[in-house]
């Protein structure tokens, strides 16, 4: 009989870590942007020695699943490859209308993930969303940007989905325009009146959530982005396209 067997070889263990951590990954566990425990207490956790750890950690760094930033700090990454992510740096980069594309895609990946929050968020996901729109309300009041508490309102609302690709989906794409996040709330967020208009949108899309109305939810979010897309528009090229 021809030989089809391989000797049975037990595995590393920092293949093992790796597994284990790939499968939290994928399965949810471990979001986009979540930070990991130090390497020391992850090591306890694990039962491993912090050399398997961080070979297990490097490997999975290698892979794009994590980064790991100075001072020995791990987060995780969205699941994207390079040949998805990089083409759309490229593209977003070459001019101002590429970048209004791009948020065009932002404004239906979001009505999207709202009117599956609509259906799926928990008691719990809603409670949490309650609380990051106080924090909106207390950023307006002391004329704070609120740029934080706006990011973790859309974030959380990607999580109440349910949809691990989703999650990972729109974390990718806040990676993608954060240069122009940060010029949109330096810039056309500076003005009270339009925070005004987008602390009420929050809580009209909370509101739809609330209420577990998925379509009242994307028609929200479409105003909601509809608003700020109007509003990138006038800070990225002056003129309407």
């Not at 207390?138 to 706006?150: I, Q, T, V």
Request: glycine fraction near 6%.
């Amino acid at each position: 009989m021809t030989q089809i067997f391989e000797p049975v070889r037990q595995k590393k263990v920092a293949d093992e870590i790796v597994e284990q951590l790939k499968g939290h990954i994928f399965g949810g566990k471990l979001k986009p942007g979540e930070k990991l425990p130090p390497e020391r207490e992850l090591a306890r956790s694990l039962f491993v020695s912090r050399v398997s750890l961080r070979e297990a950690l490097n490997t999975l760094q290698g892979m794009g699943l994590l980064e790991i930033q100075q001072g020995n700090r791990t987060f995780v990454r969205p699941i994207t490859t390079r040949s998805i992510q990089d083409p759309l740096v490229s593209f977003s980069k070459r001019s101002p209308s590429n970048i209004l594309k791009i948020i065009e895609i932002r404004k239906y990946l979001e009505m999207g993930a709202t009117a599956l929050a609509a259906e799926r968020a928990t008691d719990k996901e809603i409670k949490q969303l309650e609380s990051i729109l106080k924090q909106m309300e207390e950023d307006f009041g002391k004329n704070r940007l609120g740029a934080k508490s706006d990011l973790d309102f859309h974030s959380k609302i990607a999580e109440a989905t349910h949809n691990e690709a989703y999650i990972h989906m729109m974390k990718t794409m806040y990676d993608l325009l954060q240069e122009e996040l940060r010029l949109a709330w330096g810039g056309v967020f500076r003005k009270k009146d339009r925070r005004k208009a987008l602390l009420q949108q929050h809580e009209n899309i909370l509101g739809a959530i609330r209420e577990h109305d998925p379509r009242r939810g994307a028609k929200e979010a479409f105003k909601h982005l509809c608003f700020v897309e109007e509003n990138w528009e006038d800070t990225l090229t002056g003129t309407k396209l």
